[in-house]
């Protein structure tokens, strides 16, 4: 399942940013035993997309939180996001 996860966290973010790059790394095994994540996982996100030039950390966060609302909801306990426009790297 930790494929199919990453691959449909992958999907929201390219279909939301078009990102010039994408990062998604599970996170699950470190967090074994969580009982609170309810089966769901751990993943960072690096993120590379002109859609977060000129905005504040909480907004890009913002951004990719909405982006993968849904999959908040069923898929993702928790997400370490690392949000970049092309000219911050």
Avoid: C, W
């Avoid at 751990?42 to 002109?50: C, G, S």
């Avoid at 000129?54 to 890009?60: C, H, K, N, P, V």
């Amino acid at each position: 399942m930790s494929q199919a996860r990453v691959d449909m966290i992958h999907q929201s973010l390219e279909r939301a940013f078009s990102p010039s790059a994408l990062e998604i790394i599970d996170d699950s095994h470190k967090h074994a035993g969580h009982a609170s994540a309810g089966g769901a996982g751990h993943f960072t996100v690096n993120i590379t997309a002109e859609a977060f030039s000129g905005l504040s950390l909480i907004q890009r966060h913002r951004l990719v939180y909405a982006a993968v609302d849904e999959l908040m909801r069923t898929h993702i306990h928790a997400l370490s996001i690392n949000a970049k426009s092309p000219d911050e790297i």
